[in-house]
Every structure is written in C-alpha cells, then in structure tokens.
C-alpha cells in the first residue's frame, strides 16, 4: 500500500469506478514510482484499466532542443516498459489544461493521479486542469523520501533544521518499493503517440557537441550501480574537485525523475561502501535535495531576490552602489567573454555538454553577482543560464543552488566585503586551493567553438 503521508486530495470529488490515468510528470518511469503504483492498486479496486497520459509542452523554461531529446528517449523506453505490463503510455502535445480534461473524457477516466512538484509551473498546469474536470484529483509525492508536506509545514532556515527533522522520518518512509503487477484489467491501447514525428524544440545555435549522458531508466540504474561500487567510498573527499569523477552524475536522472530518489538511498544505504562515504552521499541527495524542494514549495518568490532571507537582502541593498571591477551582458556571460579564464572555461563547458560540476557552480554563479549590475540581474542571468544549458536545470535544486550562491539563502552571514556584503565569497585562488585550475581550464578549452 501506497502511504497516506505521501498522497493529497487535489479536489473533493469522490473517486468513482473506472478507469485510472496517472499523468507522469515529474517521475518519468514506469519502476518505483509511488504514484503510479498507487493509480493501479485504484484501478485494481475498481476493476478497471489503468492509463499513462504525458503532457509535452513545446517551452518548458527555456529548455533546448538537448534536453527534450534526453527526455523523450527516456520516455520512449519507458512506455515500452509499461505497455509490456498492459499499462498504455499515451503522449499528448499541447497544454495541459486542453489535453488532460480531453484525455480524461477519453478513456472515461474515474480517477486522476498525477506527482508532486513544487515547480509553480507545475502548480499552474494543476490548477488549470482542475477547473475544468469533474474526476476525483489525488496528488502523489514520490520524488520525496520524506514526502515535502509530511518532513515539514513551513519555509525551513537552513540544512540544519531540516535535517533532524527528516532524519527523525526517514525510517518510515526509506523502505524498499513493490513491483508494479501486470495490469489485470487491459485498456486496449490507442497508440503511445510517440510513433509520429513531435514538434522541434529550441535550439541554442551555440556549439553544444555531442549528448554525453545517456537517458533512460536503464542507464540511470547503471549509473548508480557504477558510482556505488567504484566511487562511492572515495566521495568525500573527491566530491569537491571538478578534476576528478567523484560524484554519482545522477542529476539529470534524477530531475526527469528516471531514477527514483528512494531508490538511490535504499542501494547506498544497503551497499557495502564505508559509512561515512554513505552518510556524506546521503546528506546531499536526501537533505539537500529535499531542501530544496521546501524551499520551492513554501516560498513562491523562490526564483527572485523577494526569496532571499531578510539579512540578505538588507546586505546585498547596503552594497548596491559599490563599484563593480568588471561589468558583463548576458550576452558576455553566454558566451563566456568574461576575463576570468576559470569562469570562462566552466560556462564553455556548460553550453558544450549541459554539465557543471558542483564546486564550479557555486564559483560560476557568485561570480555573475560580482560582474552584473545589480542582484536582481544576476539572479535574472543565473537563473536563465542554468535553465537554458543544464541538463538538469529547471528543478528546484537550481532555483536553491543559485538563491543559496546569490542570495544567502540557506547560508549564514560571512565577513562583509564589497559587493557581497555578507554573502559568501568565492575566488580563483580559494579554487587553486582545492583544485588544479589551469588543469581544469585545459579541459574545457577544446570546446572552444
Ligand atoms: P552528487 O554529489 O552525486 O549528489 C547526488 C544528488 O544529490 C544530486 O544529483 C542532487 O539531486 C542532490 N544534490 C547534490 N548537491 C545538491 C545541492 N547542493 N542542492 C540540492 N541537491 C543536491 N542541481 C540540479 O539538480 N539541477 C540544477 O539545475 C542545479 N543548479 C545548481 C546551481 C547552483 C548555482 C548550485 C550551487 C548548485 C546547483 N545544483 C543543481 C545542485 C548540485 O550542484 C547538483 O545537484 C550536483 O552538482 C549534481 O551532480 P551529481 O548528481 O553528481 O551530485
Ligand atoms: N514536464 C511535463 O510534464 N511536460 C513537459 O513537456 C516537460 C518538458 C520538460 C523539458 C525540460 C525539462 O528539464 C523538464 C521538463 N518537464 C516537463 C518537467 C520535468 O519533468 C520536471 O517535472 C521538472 O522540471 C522538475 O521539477
């Protein structure tokens, strides 16, 4: 049984018999997916089929052409999974609020589950499309352990707070997952809809090489295997330097939601890695993701500087009219035209593969602070980067990870200086502390266009 901690009532109109549709949204596959599992025991109850319906946009916050492709072949592997287990996967171009209601009158739906993303995006689709139906609506959070509403009712301070409450939750919800049956109750399939040509998506016209991730649940799981037994117990202290691969790459996984995050943490925690390495791993994935999922969900300004804590923006205000050494364009900043050849090197990367290690992200994007105007446009330029050229941007880690580097959020106040003020700073010479930063230089060069 799916737990009652992790479901919400969308709407207070009582399921009634008949078919089940779980829009997948979030959670892209057909494996550990509370939500989906929770759809099919409704649909067993009810005797009746069960139903995937995904919605593609054409725009989803700025994402190229390089991430759709990641996403649709991760789809495509995963409606073949589910059709194996006479689930039909239906894939719907258009906006939500039009194709969803439509479906729904479709397949006769008696019920609508769908997961939980505290994206405001995706707050928006729901509330449109509950307008216009008149089926049960039920919400499932299955890329939360500990489901976001369940770890806490408020705007958490700091990974601090958080996580003794999480830990204190956890043992009841890190268990392992049933498997999905093979659906006794058979719609006949009207066609993924993943046969015929999608519309194109935004390219970014720059110099973006070759995919280097491979999508789909299969390849996530592989990831995983491999981090766990060759890297894992080297994690602490590699994790911090872009030289060498010392973390689990399983972002972009995780944020198409190939993986589940329960999952990752169940192997971890069950592997034979030594324990610190585990509790390292885990404080990032389980209480710095699930942070951030908090954050995103409880403060609606999360993408602009009205969600940067009071001290913050006191500080950030104070420092406003400093003088800025260097000043850069978006433009600049695109296409890596700053004079800092480390960031410059990091943001060539970025636009050639759709990845930035996590110690540079942090440099990248404190350094946008440094060289814009104003916080209000560095955020604007962060924010816009990060979505339109990582692979696992728009998700709430990214709209944290940026707030926590410009806006302090998350963080405490450190020695005031100028343009900061209070927020941490960062520097090329803290990196030649930590890493080799000609070397990582050279390594991003040949992406030069
Ligand atoms: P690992 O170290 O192997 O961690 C495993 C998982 O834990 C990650 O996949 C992620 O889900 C989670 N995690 C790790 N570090 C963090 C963190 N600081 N905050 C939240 N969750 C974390 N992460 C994204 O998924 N998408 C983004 O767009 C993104 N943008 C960022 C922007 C900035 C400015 C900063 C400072 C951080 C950003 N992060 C983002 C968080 C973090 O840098 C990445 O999740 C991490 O580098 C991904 O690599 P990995 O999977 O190998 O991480
Ligand atoms: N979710 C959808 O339901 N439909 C989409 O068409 C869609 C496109 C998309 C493109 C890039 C990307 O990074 C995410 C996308 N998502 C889409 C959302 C994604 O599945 C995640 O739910 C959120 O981005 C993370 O919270």
Redesign the pocket.
């Known amino acids: 049984m799916v737990q009652s901690a992790r479901i919400s009532s969308l709407n207070a109109i009582p399921a009634r018999p008949g078919p089940v549709v779980y829009w997948m949204s979030r959670d892209q596959r057909a494996r550990d997916n509370w939500a989906l599992l929770y759809a099919q025991e409704k649909a067993v109850e009810f005797r009746a089929p069960l139903h995937v319906v995904f919605c593609l946009v054409p725009e989803f916050l700025g994402a190229l052409d390089r991430q759709y492709r990641f996403m649709l072949h991760g789809l495509r592997q995963t409606a073949a999974d589910l059709s194996g287990l006479h689930i039909p996967f239906r894939l719907e171009e258009g906006e939500p609020r039009e194709r969803i209601p439509a479906f729904l009158d479709r397949v006769g739906a008696g019920m609508l589950v769908t997961d939980f993303d505290p994206l405001k995006i995706k707050r928006a689709w729901k509330q449109q499309v509950l307008e216009s139906i008149t089926v049960c609506a039920r919400e499932v959070d299955t890329h939360n352990i500990v489901p976001c509403r369940a770890a806490s009712d408020k705007q958490e301070w700091a990974a601090y707070t958080i996580r003794k409450k999480i830990t204190l939750k956890l043992p009841d919800f890190l268990e392992p997952f049933p498997s999905l049956i093979d659906h006794p109750f058979p719609a006949d399939p009207a066609g993924a809809g993943l046969e015929r040509p999608l519309k194109a998506h935004p390219d970014s016209g720059m110099n973006t090489g070759g995919d280097i991730v491979v999508p789909g649940e299969a390849a996530a799981r592989a990831c995983l295997d491999t981090?766990i037994t060759e890297r894992l117990d080297g994690?602490p202290e590699n994790?911090n330097n872009p030289l060498i691969d010392g973390?689990?790459?399983?972002?972009p996984y995780?944020?198409f939601g190939q993986i589940a995050?329960q999952r990752v943490a169940w192997e971890v925690q069950q592997s034979r890695a030594n324990p610190a390495a585990k509790e390292a791993?885990l404080e990032?994935?389980i209480v710095?993701?699930e942070?951030?999922d908090n954050y995103c969900w409880y403060n609606r300004e999360y993408d602009t500087v009205n969600g940067f804590p009071d001290w913050a923006r006191a500080t950030l205000a104070d420092h406003r009219h400093d003088q800025r050494e260097y000043i850069y364009s978006p433009e600049q900043f695109e296409r890596a035209q700053t004079h800092d050849a480390l960031w410059n090197a990091a943001q060539t990367g970025l636009t050639a593969t759709g990845t930035m290690?996590?110690y540079l992200?942090?440099y990248?994007?404190k350094k946008i602070l440094e060289w814009t105007p104003s916080p209000e446009e560095a955020l604007a330029i962060?924010i816009s980067l990060?979505d339109r050229y990582?692979l696992?941007?728009?998700?709430p880690?990214?709209y944290?990870?940026?707030a926590?580097?410009i806006g302090g959020v998350h963080d405490r106040a450190w020695p005031e200086r100028s343009v900061f003020g209070k927020i941490r700073f960062m520097n090329a010479s803290g990196c030649r502390r930590k890493f080799d930063v000609d070397g990582y230089i050279d390594s991003k060069m040949n992406y030069r266009g």
């Open positions: 981090f994690y994790r973390t689990s790459n399983l972002s995780l944020h995050p791993f990032e994935l710095r993701r942070l951030a290690h996590g992200r942090m990248w994007a962060a990060n990582q696992d941007g728009r998700d880690n990214g944290t990870g940026v926590w580097s």
